[in-house]
Each structure stands twice: as structure tokens, then as C-alpha cells.
């Protein structure tokens, strides 16, 4: 199975005054420590929300020009047993590159198979053609190459 896995980061920007420049900074510098190995993974503003009262606050946390910036980070982890298993693997490859960043596994959804969805779109397609009256021989839309080349 293949899953997305939303991995939240801590990162902390130095010599910055406005929320929006520790934001632009923490994301650059964080591109910069994950190209050109995990070229890859998204990375978005992470979305902070009061526990108590559930107002948003802005990604960016600013004290003495020093900020501690939220980022989602997210993957795609391929051929996984679980879903435990696609988040120790996303951790660690982020992880690997990102070194002093505390890591946070905030989301892991399963994608649907490639193969399931092209068999899934076929069966649709097949049925959209012999409900609609088009029903050939073999169901087929296209004649075979052997009965072209007897004709």
C-alpha cells in the first residue's frame, strides 16, 4: 500500500521581526536542507490552533528577533505494510536531513493503488459502452488486427 504522511517540523529562524519573513525564511532554509535528495516532499505552513479556545495563530512564534516557525512537511512513502510503517519511514528520511528539528507525524492517509484505480476506470468505461447499446461481438469497441486484415 502507498500512503501520504503529513510530518509537522519545528524550525528555528534567527534575525527576523515580522511572522511572514521567519515564515519565508524557515521555508527556504528547509528546501535548502532537503534538495536535491528529497526534492519530493511539499512543504507548507503548518497551521497552529489554540487547544482551549481553537483560535489560529500564525505559524511563526517571534521572541528577541528569534522565531520558531511550524512547517507541514508532506510525502508520499511507497510499498508499506501499515500505516506506522509509512510514518517511521517518512520521520526518518526527513529526519535524516533535517538534524536538531523535532518531527511530528500529523496525518497518514492511503492513496489508492495505481493498478485498483486503472481496473476500477476500465470496468467503468466497459460497462458506460454496453449500456449504451454498443455491444460488438466481443464487447469491444475496436475490431481485432485479425479480423482488419481478413477483411
Do not use: W
Request: charged fraction near 35%.
Amino acid at each position: 500500500m502507498n500512503c501520504r504522511v503529513v510530518v509537522e517540523a519545528a524550525v528555528p529562524v534567527y534575525d527576523v521581526e515580522t511572522p511572514d519573513e521567519a515564515v519565508r525564511i524557515a521555508i527556504s532554509k528547509t528546501g535548502e536542507m532537503l534538495n536535491p535528495d528529497l526534492n519530493y516532499v511539499e512543504i507548507n505552513m503548518g497551521e497552529r490552533v489554540c487547544p482551549h479556545c481553537g483560535d489560529k495563530f500564525d505559524p511563526a512564534f517571534i521572541a528577541a528577533d528569534e522565531s520558531l516557525v511550524a512547517l507541514e512537511l508532506e510525502m508520499t512513502v511507497f510499498n508499506v505494510e501499515r500505516d506506522e510503517h509509512a510514518a517511521r519511514i517518512a520521520r526518518k528520511e526527513i529526519g535524516q536531513r533535517l538534524k536538531n528539528i523535532p518531527l511530528e507525524v500529523l496525518e497518514i492517509e492511503e492513496l489508492e493503488e495505481e493498478d485498483e484505480a486503472e481496473n476500477e476506470e476500465a470496468e467503468t468505461a466497459h460497462d458506460d459502452t454496453t449500456a449504451s447499446g454498443n455491444d460488438d461481438d466481443d464487447g469491444d469497441v475496436l475490431p481485432e488486427f485479425d479480423e482488419l486484415m481478413n477483411e
